[in-house]
């Protein structure tokens, strides 16, 4: 009777072990939550301006990926020609704020130019995955266009037809700045395409609001139209090669969970 209460003892002293053993090597070998940006210290490139998800060399290129600006004389050149006059004679006042406002790419003042059309407003305090990823693919989008933009050296509408600007303070800047192709409506259309991917039920307000963040260009009188479309193809493209970085999806997967819970609740 001894005999058997020891082995009964002993018997249940190593399922006890084993299950703590296994309980630990479940510990040891769980996978970690992937970092999001907001784990980590993204760097600033410029004063305001954080790096993107993209290095240099991984970058669509604009001067292969987009054709040259239109020669002068040819139809396209005249287009050019014919819508910068067009927005030049615009006398809506309300539509020149707009354009004005959507020349504004610093945060968080830059998150207006859609939250006018999204039912649930991007911020820093209660969308910050959203609110990051804007901010970093600001560079990506952006970047992208300077390859054609530093190779054409493209004169600006103002430079060539002598009439105003919306952004007359940054006149000095845009005369040294190529106009081909536009880079504000590269990192509009690219917001425009992350939003739609983040809220698919207002898709079609949000690509009409970022296809008017470009035409925002015409209207100021800094963008060719030419420009313009340039500009949707890079901001396109970026956000097609962002799509293949690892960060870039935990952010975003990150985003729909953190808009999902605001929904929710």
Request: hydrophobic share 40%; charged share 25%.
């Amino acid at each position: 009777m001894k005999h058997s209460k020891k082995v009964l003892y002993w018997s249940l002293t190593m399922v006890l072990i084993m299950v703590l053993l296994w309980s630990c090597g479940r510990q040891t070998t769980s996978i970690p939550e992937p970092l999001t940006s907001l784990s980590k210290e993204i760097k600033e490139i410029q004063p305001g301006i954080l790096e993107g998800y993209l290095l240099f060399e991984e970058m669509p290129n604009s001067l292969l990926l987009v054709p040259p600006p239109p020669e002068e004389g040819s139809a396209a050149w005249k287009l050019d020609m014919e819508v910068a006059a067009t927005f030049v004679a615009l006398e809506d006042e309300e539509r020149k704020a707009q354009a004005a406002s959507d020349a504004v790419l610093s945060f968080p003042e830059a998150t207006e130019s859609f939250n006018m059309v999204l039912d649930l407003k991007i911020s820093e305090e209660t969308t910050p995955h959203v609110y990051m990823i804007l901010r970093r693919s600001l560079a990506d989008a952006g970047l992208s266009t300077y390859s054609a933009k530093d190779h054409y050296q493209r004169e600006r509408p103002f430079m060539v037809n002598g009439s105003p600007t919306c952004t007359p303070e940054e006149e000095d800047y845009l005369r040294e700045d190529g106009s081909y192709p536009s880079g504000h409506t590269a990192i509009g259309w690219a917001w425009a395409l992350i939003l739609t991917e983040l809220f698919p039920d207002q898709a079609d307000m949000i690509l009409e609001r970022g296809k008017e963040f470009g035409i925002s260009r015409n209207v100021c009188n800094v963008h060719w139209h030419s420009d313009v479309l340039a500009g949707r193809m890079m901001g396109a493209a970026a956000v097609a090669r962002m799509h293949a970085n690892a960060d870039f999806l935990i952010d975003m997967e990150a985003a729909k969970a953190e808009i999902l819970l605001l929904r929710s609740n």
